[in-house]
Nanobody, 126 residues
Framework: QVQLVDSGGGSAQAGGSLRLSCAAS??????????MGWFRQAPGKEREGIAR???????SYTNSVKGRFTISKDNAKNTLYLQMTNLEPEDTAMYYC??????????????????WGQGTQVSVSS
């Protein structure tokens, strides 16, 4: 059984930084076909994918976070990270990690991800 536990959210001022973590069990980061992503949902808005990392470490980001956020993983710890820098009030949202068994998963297709964390809230003030 796959379980994902998100943590690390909180409050920050614009320009600040936060690091989110996602601890996985029942799912190996180093297995080929496995792929991980971060999504977020702001109040009144649809959920959006923002980043993904494939089993070989290849990463991709949506334009709104490119250059500010970094997705990474520690295969030995089975933990996914999202380092967020230069935060903006528009980054305020509930953030979710997600896991896929689609090798070429994309952050633009939530259907690739059957496993989800419970979410962690990020609030950025101006």
């Amino acid at each position: 059984q796959v379980q994902l536990v998100d943590s690390g959210g909180g409050s920050a001022q614009a320009g600040g930084s936060l690091r989110l973590s996602c601890a996985a069990s029942g799912y190996s980061f180093s297995t080929s076909r496995n792929c991980m992503g971060w999504f977020r949902q702001a109040p009144g808005k649809e959920r959006e994918g923002i980043a993904r990392i494939r089993f070989n470490g290849d990463t991709s980001y949506t334009n709104s976070v490119k250059g500010r956020f970094t997705i990474s993983k520690d295969n030995a710890k089975n933990t996914l990270y999202l380092q967020m820098t230069n935060l903006e009030p528009e980054d305020t949202a509930m953030y979710y990690c997600a896991a896929s068994r689609v090798t070429l998963c994309t952050w633009s297709n939530a259907a690739d991800f059957p496993y989800w964390g419970q979410g962690t809230q990020v609030s950025v003030s101006s």
